[in-house]
């Protein structure tokens, strides 16, 4: 097989790069570095409630590839795995799509948003590693679209202990939904307000929700999935269980108020307080990270 050498930074930290070969065509279109990040690093599959990981934190970097060359997930991942090994990498986890866990295994991890990263639910594999105590990495490569997609997320210990979050990020209003979502392929929907530790919501009508109907109209063969979140107050079990209720209250609600959506095209699940936005160490993070946010599913 041609192939080509890749090099990727792991960490915006003076360290040494790792160098990969891989399938030609395979090229890398984004990176995020985060001084101060946390990883869950999957250690074995969905087990109907939760998907069972060790937590890391320190520097993380996310670098995201894509190819036109329709490559079979296994086929890339053939050629990376057995590199991760002979650099001092421990193989803990493998598994692909439906057996991971399908939906629930891939919100469980911290995945790009379209359209820099796609991931077929039916067609995607999952390799985790970990080096030494501190140091673990994830690889998750799907066929979605008619290319091939992959994402390397890694995260070992950072250099700055006095390092802080960022800036918290602001919900935008209901009348960006459409740019938003075309553009990073989710939103918050920040007017949703429910009961205190309940999925009942205050009300029934909210502006977020009627901008994403009027998406949903203008665009007939879009299907979308409402995502709860929790803060980290709680067992993860007890935040997966109401995060996952409150989205299906919201899709209740919409398939309720608009029947002419067909349901299908409105699903729902909860990942808990797996994906924060914002430190749950202040009042106003706990706040963000408790939302429900839509997010598109790619239209084959």
């Not at 937590?55 to 970097?61: D, E, P, Q, R, V």
């Not at 997930?73 to 001092?88: D, T, Y």
């Not at 960006?176 to 205190?196: C, P, R, V």
């Not at 929700?209 to 299907?223: F, G």
Request: hydrophobic fraction near 40%; include cysteine; charge should be negative.
């Amino acid at each position: 097989m041609l192939r080509l050498i890749a090099l990727i930074m792991i960490l915006p930290l003076p360290i040494q790069a790792i160098e990969f070969s891989m399938p030609l065509g395979l090229e890398k279109i984004a990176q995020y570095d985060s001084p101060l990040d946390t990883l869950l690093l999957p250690l074995d599959i969905w087990d109907g409630s939760k998907v069972p990981s060790k937590k890391f934190m320190g520097a993380s970097t996310k670098v995201i590839f894509r190819s036109d060359v329709v490559t079979k997930p296994e086929a890339i991942a053939a050629v990376i795995l057995p590199q991760l090994i002979e650099k001092g990498y421990k193989l803990t986890l493998q598994c692909a799509d439906r057996y991971c866990g399908g939906f629930d295994f891939r919100f469980s991890l911290k995945v790009m948003s379209p359209p820099e990263m796609y991931v077929d639910l039916g067609n995607y594999i999952f390799i985790g590693f970990q080096k030494d105590d501190d140091k673990a990495a994830w690889l998750l490569i799907s066929q979605s679209l008619k290319q091939t997609h992959m994402q390397l997320t890694t995260i070992q210990p950072t250099q700055n202990k006095d390092l802080k979050f960022s800036v918290l990020p602001v919900p935008k209003g209901p009348g960006e939904l459409s740019s938003q979502l075309t553009e990073t392929g989710h939103f918050i929907l920040a007017d949703l307000k429910f009961e205190a530790g309940a999925a009942k919501l205050e009300g029934d009508v909210f502006p977020s929700l009627l901008a994403l109907v009027e998406y949903l109209r203008s665009r007939p063969t879009q299907s979308v999935v409402l995502v709860g979140h929790t803060d980290s107050q709680g067992s993860l079990e007890t935040n997966i269980e109401l995060s996952k209720e409150r989205a299906i209250s919201v899709q209740a609600l919409l398939n309720t108020q608009f029947p002419d959506i067909e349901p299908g095209r409105i699903n729902a699940n909860g990942i808990g307080y797996l994906a924060p936005v914002a430190s749950n160490q202040t009042i106003t993070g706990r706040e963000l990270n408790r939302r429900v946010e839509v997010i598109l599913i790619p239209v084959e």
